[in-house]
Each structure stands twice: as C-alpha cells, then as structure tokens.
C-alpha cells in the first residue's frame, strides 16, 4: 500500500530529474531560458575566397596547378610556390568520398550537365523528381532525365569526378566532385587546360 511518504518521494525524485535540465532549470528560477541556435549557425562557416591580384599576370593555362585539401575544405590554384586563389570548396561526402592523390584536367565544359545525378522532367522541363541517380531511380511515365548543371566543369577522373560550381554548406556533401563557389569556378575554368596537374589532398 502506498503511502503519501512515497507519493512525496516520487514527486521529489520526478522534480529532481526536471531540474537537471538547464532549460527547466532556467524556467523554475525564472531566469530566461537559453537560445536555440539555427541550423545555418551550427553549420562551420567557411572563410571567404581570397585572390592575390599581384600573381594575377604571371598565371596562365600553360604554368598552372591546383591542390585541393579535404581536411581543411580548400582549394588553391597556383603558379609555382605562389597562390593566385584560395577558395574555400565542398568535397564528396561520406560513402561518396573525393579520391585522392595526383591527378591532371581530363577534359574541360563549360555547361556540363551530369549524366547520372539530376532530376526527372515532364515533355515541358517542369521538374517532376529530383535528386535522382539515373543509375538507380526508374523514370515516371512520361517523364525523361535531365543532368544535374556543372557549370565550369573540369573532369579528373574517368568515373566522372571533377571541379565544377556547387553549393558550398560549410562541410564535405557533394557526391565526390570539388564544388567550387560560383565567382571562383569561372576564374580557375580560364587559368587551367587539358593536362593540368591537380593534387587532391587528405
């Protein structure tokens, strides 16, 4: 039978568990209870492109390398030991992961589309799917795939990875590829060519 010493006793116990709570202690006390930060403010914010206009006229297609960091989200492109552009970039994310090690342009598109991320279109362009693989996603009747846009795109690999204008989270999120800010990709997309080195780096 219970007793009210053991209602007391719970009722107690039940407070007391509440009260760890910063946010119910906040509100018992009266104090104000703590901000909830915004997804955008968790997110590391990545500090902005730099360009040295002084390395500007001695850059060229011709002497040119790029060397990507996975670790820190950047990429630099170069002349010799000295940088033109530090911009920050997304790289591939887990089970995407962006390969590593020594690699050179393979090809060179201005208004690449790719061929297996992208979305599934009515005959009049609307957007019925996105975010489809054409290699998993079956098409909706009526519907056809159009590619993902990558514009300034760079290929480095034969599997389809490469440096091309993407959105930028603040963290590794794209499907392998380099995704380069919109008003950096055009600027690296003139200074290299076809057999670029590029060093993709841990």
Known sequence: MRTPRHYSLLIGTILALALTSERATADFFGRPAPKMRSANELLRRQEGAKINKDVEPLINAGNSRVVVSLGTQRARLMTGDQVYIDTPISSGKSGHATPTGSFSVMEKDADHRSNIYGAFCDSRGRIVREGVSS??????????????????????????VGMHVGILPGYAASHGCVRLPADIAGLIYQKVRVGTPVTIEP
């Open 135 to 160: 290699k998993i996603d079956s098409a909706p009747s009526g519907t056809h795939y159009v590619g993902a846009p990558m514009k300034w795109f760079m290929r480095l690999t034969s599997g389809g």
